[in-house]
Each structure stands twice: as C-alpha cells, then as structure tokens.
C-alpha cells in the first residue's frame, strides 16, 4: 500500500491539472441494498502481514457474480464539504469488459486524469491509495471533494451527462444524505441509500488505518528529539509554568512521526468537521458518542471571513499562520504580570480568548492575520479543552482527531497535541489521521464490502483491560 506522492499533488507540491467541468459520475449500476448487521468479526490480520499481502502480485480475480457493477462511491454529505471516494479497479475482468460503455470509461478518464472539477471539485491526488482490494478486487482509491454549497450545481451537471442512466443507488451518509435525498431522486433519479455518519466514520477509520501504516501519526514535542529540548520544552509535571508553543518558533520543534494504531481501544475519536462530534470508541461495534460542540471548523471559518474579509479556507489558514494571537487575546501575564504559579498557569497562557479587543486602541491596531491566528487558537483550544475532559472522564489515553478543519492546518494539530499532553501531565496522546475528512465517505463505499469491513475491524485488536484504566497511570 502507498499513498500516492508526485508531481502534480494538490496539497504537497501546489499543482493543479486542467480544471474540468463538474463529473458525469457513475454508471447505471444496481446497488443492492443490504440489510444491515453487524460487520465486524475475525479473521484476523496483522499490520505486517496485511502489508506483505498487498505487496504480493495479485492472483486472477474470479468474477463475483454478485457484484455491483461498476462505478463504486462512496459520498459524505457533510455540512460544509461533500467528500467522495472512488474506487478504479487495477483491471477489468471479461464479463465488465463486454459490458462496459463509453461512459463508464468516460467518467473513469474522467475523474482519475484530472484533479480540478470545475471551479471548487478537487482531487486531493496526495491522498490516493494505491492497491486497496475491495471486494475481492484490487484498486486504487481517488479522494474527491467540493463544497456541500455546489451540491445544487452538481447535480445539474449529473443529469446533463446522463448520470440519471447510469447509477440508480448510491451509499451517502452525512447531514446532507437527508437534506438532498430528494433532489437526487427529481434531479437524477438516483436514491441515497443512507448510512449513519458516525457508523460510517468509524468503519472508514479503521479500513484505511489497516490499509495505510502510514495513516496515524503524531506531533512529537521537542523533548522527545532530545536535540532541540534545550531551546524548547512542552511539558513536564514538574515545571508547570512553561509557556505554551503559541509562537512559531516553539511550533516549529514539533516533529510529525508514525503511530502504530493496531491496539487502538479504548480511544476517543474527536470528529472537527463543520462542528465537532466527541465519540468513545470500544469497540469497532462499540461506541457511543459523548459529547459534541457547536464551535468547530465551520465556527472558524464563519468569524474569519468576519473579521478579516477572507474568503476561502486556505486564506484564513494561511492569514494565521503569519498571525500572532497575543495581540488579540489576554494573556495570564496581562492579568498577572507574569505566572499564575499557585495553580500552574503560565504567564503565556491565554487567560482570555480576544479579550484585548474590548480596548478601542487595541482594535484599531489589530491585523487581519492576528484576528485569524486568535481565532483558530480560540476554536482550538477549546476543542482541546473538551476533548481532554471527555478524555480524563472517559479514563481513555489515547485522544485521535480527524475532519477536515485539520487539512492543511499542522498550527491546529501541534496546539492540540500541546494541550492533551500539557494539561493531562503528559497522560493523553494526541493522534491524527492522514485522510483527515475522508472517513466517512471511505465507509460508505465498504458498505460494498461488509467482508473487508470485518477484517479492517478485527485487525484493530482490543487491548487487555488493564492497559485501560488511569488509576494505572
Ligand atoms: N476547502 C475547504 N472549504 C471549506 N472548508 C474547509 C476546506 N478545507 C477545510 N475546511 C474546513 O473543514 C471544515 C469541514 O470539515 P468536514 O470534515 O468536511 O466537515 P463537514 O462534513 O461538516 O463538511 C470546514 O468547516 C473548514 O473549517
Ligand atoms: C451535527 C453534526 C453531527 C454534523 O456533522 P458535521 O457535518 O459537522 O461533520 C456535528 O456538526 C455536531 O456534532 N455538532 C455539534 C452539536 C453539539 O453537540 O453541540
């Protein structure tokens, strides 16, 4: 298995193929509905085993029968992105040969030859999955998004290219699986058959963690690479007035490293989309969800373009990361004069989230990258805060943070992973996800798959309870 990495990448290298209109997706397919049950059982998979079997040549598929036939998606409707998963076959057997039309080999050209649909559909190209086997057939997944804004135009576009001819079902789950059912039925005629977003979320997290080694990873603190230490350190029970890595300097000491999730339970999985969604995480069968926010990706986006003008994610992201949040928020030393050391709050810690700028002076002189980096610290911080809680409550050490308020955003991952560790005395692991916003639409296409679901699952081995417990720590 690996991740797809070259010229051309969106988010690596900045380099966009041709913008192409909007897709005329999918083949008229029968997409049997399922009746759903639980899809988690053994065999079970080891990660280097799993790893050395992909690598492998692969054996002549027999034909399923049974099949959909192609084009498989999966769709997450979400409140302010739609996220869409294709699967392109490696080969195609006989029988689809003789079956296949011009437009199923039009939308395949189609959609894996560009990586811009129009003016907002974009393949994250970075993020494609080479050699995933779904089915029994092995592929490659594309990571297609476009704002949730464009579904209306989408769809559109859909009918004009004849998609009401080629695809009668799909699997969607998202907010927007509900909202738009009907207008894919007038628009093209084509059902949702609706999967639950969490259910979805969870199955998609651990079928791309069994397929990917490199999908978990976490920001390691300059006191885990011992050379930087001396310049910087994040966390220690000891010292409790060290000053929070606000700055950039202490940002960049952060170093991004691999985590090996194949014992990942009980873990809190903390979902920043358009709002944010807490769930504790058991079992891949088990799970409930414990908390949830109001002030998430889309609560940043929504004040940035407020106070600065911006008009895009990538603009607010990258106006903060040139920003300095002190000059909008009040710091514990603005208050104090230095540390609140009694109850171990540093002098750098924000004390309050933009209370510098009830003062006229202050805001007449604020920058629009300093009201941006205020913002993202504040939305932040405050997911941090109610993770930890949920977190310590729930006696779960391992925290793992996915969405897409993380794409293109390292500041958010490195201030989270500060947090977890500085306020737990270094007790919680913060952990996030490659295909950060991804994960749902992933488990709507394995509803394809119940087989391949159960063994993503079983891989992921629950651990003996006694790792468990913080009255261990
Ligand atoms: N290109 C983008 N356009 C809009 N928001 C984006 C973009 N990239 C990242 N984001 C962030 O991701 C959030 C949406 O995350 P996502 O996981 O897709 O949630 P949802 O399912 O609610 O759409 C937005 O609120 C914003 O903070
Ligand atoms: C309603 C949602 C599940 C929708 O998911 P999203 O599109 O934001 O990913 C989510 O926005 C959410 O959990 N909001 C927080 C609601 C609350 O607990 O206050």
Redesign the pocket.
């Known amino acids: 298995m690996r991740l797809h990495r070259c010229e051309g990448c969106l988010a690596a290298c900045g380099r966009r193929a041709p913008a192409a209109p909007l897709p005329s997706l999918i083949t008229r397919t029968k997409l049997l509905k399922r009746t759903r049950r639980s899809p988690y059982s053994p065999p079970k998979i080891s990660k280097e085993n799993n790893a050395a079997k992909m690598a492998e040549p692969a054996p002549p598929t027999p034909p399923d029968n049974n099949a959909p036939p192609m084009p498989w998606f999966g769709m ?1 409707i ?6 869409l998963v294709y699967f392109e076959p490696r080969e195609t057997n006989r029988r689809e040969l003789d079956k296949e039309t011009e437009v199923l080999k039009n939308i395949r050209r189609y959609l894996t030859r560009n990586s811009a649909y129009g003016n907002t559909g ?1 393949r994250d190209v970075h993020l494609q999955m080479d050699n995933v086997q779904i089915r029994g057939r092995r592929g490659t997944l594309h990571f297609i ?1 476009f ?2 804004s464009e579904v209306g135009a989408f769809l559109q576009l859909a009918r004009s290219k004849g998609m009401a001819d080629l695809v009668n079902t799909i699997y969607a789950t ?2 927007g699986a509900y909202k738009f059912e009907e207008d894919f039925i007038k628009e093209v005629n084509m059902s949702l058959s609706k999967l639950d ?1 969490l259910d979805a979320l969870i199955a998609g997290v651990l079928f791309v963690d069994a397929m990917n080694p490199q999908e978990c990873y976490y920001w390691a603190p300059p006191d885990e690479h011992p050379a930087d230490s001396v310049s910087y350190r994040t966390e220690s029970v000891s010292d409790r007035t060290e000053a929070p890595p606000y700055s950039e300097a202490a940002l960049s000491l952060y170093v991004r490293k691999p985590f090996d999730f194949s014992s990942p339970y009980p873990f809190l999985l903390v ?5 944010v969604s807490v769930l504790v995480v058991n079992a891949p069968d088990d799970y409930y969800r414990v908390s949830g926010t109001s002030l ?3 609560t ?2 929504g004040l940035c373009c407020l106070l600065t003008g911006c008009s ?3 603009e607010a992201i990258s106006l903060a990361a040139s920003g300095d949040n002190t000059t909008v928020d009040k710091l514990v030393r603005d208050i104090y004069g230095g540390d609140y050391a009694r109850f171990g709050l540093p002098g750098d810690l924000v004390a309050s989230s933009f209370g510098q700028m009830s003062s006229a002076d202050r805001r007449a002189s604020v920058s629009r990258s300093d009201l941006a980096r205020a913002t993202l610290v504040t939305i932040t911080n405050n997911i941090g805060s109610i993770a930890r809680l949920c977190a310590s409550n729930e006696n779960i050490e391992r925290v793992v943070f ?4 993380l ?3 390292p500041l958010s991952m490195k201030l989270l992973s500060y947090a977890m560790s500085y306020w737990s005395r270094g007790a919680l692991k913060a952990l996030f996800l490659e295909h ?2 991804y994960f ?1 639409a992933v488990g709507c296409l394995l509803h394809l798959d119940l087989k391949q679901k159960q063994q993503s699952a079983s891989r992921h081995t629950t651990p003996p309870t006694t790792e468990r417990t913080q009255a261990d720590r």
């Open positions: 997450d979400g409140g302010t992105l739609t996220k974009r998004r704002p949730t998202g907010g977003e979902n920043i989309g358009s709002g998430g990706g889309g940043f986006l895009s994610f990538e996915c969405g897409n308020f794409r293109v955003n950060e916003g749902g």
